[in-house]
Structure formats: C-alpha cells, structure tokens
C-alpha cells in the first residue's frame, strides 16, 4: 500500500472514527481495553441481532494507531456472523504477527500490514482485536 495513502487511511479514522461514543440501550455486551505501558483505555460494546453483529460502538483514550484501528475494526465486523468475526479476527492476528492471512478479508485493515516494522505498535493494533474477542466468547449470542 502507498505509505501516503496509508497515512491518510490511520489519521482520517483517528481524527474522525466513527462508531464513537457509548450508548444506553439494552442487548449490549461491553468489555473494556487498556495497555498497561500507554495511555490506551478503551470501552467497546456490541449487539448481535438475528445472528449478526448489528452495532459496535467505543469510546475512551487512546493512540492515533488504537483509535484508527478500532473504528476501521468495527466497520469491519458489523453484519457478520459468528463465524465470519472468528475468521476476520484470525486473519488480521495472522497479519499483525507477520503470518500467512488472507488479504482480502480484511479490506481498510491491511493499512497495519507494516506495523511489524514497529514492534511496540502491534499492541496498539492489537487493542481492538482483544475486546472483540472477548465479546465473541460466547457464541450463544449469535443464536437466533
């Protein structure tokens, strides 16, 4: 990917991500993120619907990386099945980990394919992948 390209990728999702800000409503799960080296402390929530996740929201602190990562993350997964998250979390786990993966899963993601390159980024990148595996736990939820 065009470094410039996937500079403009990284800011535009931290500056302006979307899915920001917690809501009040029932048939949420939340579970909370941090790393404990940085200043990353982030809240995320989900609502799975007839089988799908049909809403992620976050909100709290954190870098340019974990912020953009988590707002490119959430549009990523909301519509997918149970089964379609496991597979799309696995992949971008491969990436990060410089691991045989599936690039066109992954879409806006793969602008993180580098970020081997930057050993102390990967939990960064890696903070929205842990709460939403942890949300997906329970595959009851996708139950209809």
Same mark, same amino acid.
């Given at each position: 990917?065009?470094?410039?390209?996937?500079?403009?990728?990284?800011?535009?999702?931290?500056?302006?991500?979307?899915?920001?800000?917690?809501?009040?409503? =029932?048939?949420?799960?939340?579970?909370?993120? *941090?790393? %404990?080296?940085? /200043? !990353?402390?982030?809240?995320?929530?989900?609502?799975? #619907?007839?089988?799908?996740?049909?809403?992620?929201?976050?909100?709290?602190?954190?870098?340019?990386?974990?912020?953009?990562?988590?707002?490119?993350?959430?549009?990523?997964?909301?519509?997918?099945?149970? =089964?379609?998250?496991?597979?799309?979390?696995? *992949?971008? %786990?491969?990436? /990060? !980990?410089?691991?045989?993966?599936?690039?066109?899963? #992954?879409?806006?993601?793969?602008?993180?394919?580098?970020?081997?390159?930057?050993?102390?980024?990967?939990?960064?990148?890696?903070?929205?992948?842990?709460?939403?595996?942890?949300?997906?736990?329970?595959?009851?939820?996708?139950?209809?």
């Amino acid at each position: 990917m065009d470094p410039s390209l996937r500079r403009e990728i990284i800011l535009d999702n931290y500056q302006n991500p979307l899915h920001k800000g917690l809501v009040e409503e =029932d048939g949420y799960i939340k579970v909370r993120t *941090n790393n %404990e080296s940085c /200043i !990353d402390d982030l809240w995320i929530m989900m609502k799975v #619907l007839d089988g799908k996740i049909q809403d992620i929201r976050f909100d709290g602190e954190a870098c340019a990386i974990s912020t953009s990562a988590t707002s490119i993350m959430i549009r990523n997964f909301i519509g997918k099945t149970y =089964d379609e998250a496991k597979e799309l979390l696995e *992949n971008y %786990e491969a990436m /990060i !980990d410089e691991r045989p993966y599936d690039k066109e899963k #992954l879409g806006e993601l793969n602008v993180y394919d580098e970020i081997y390159k930057q050993p102390n980024r990967k939990k960064c990148a890696l903070l929205p992948f842990r709460a939403i595996h942890k949300l997906l736990e329970d595959p009851s939820l996708f139950q209809k």
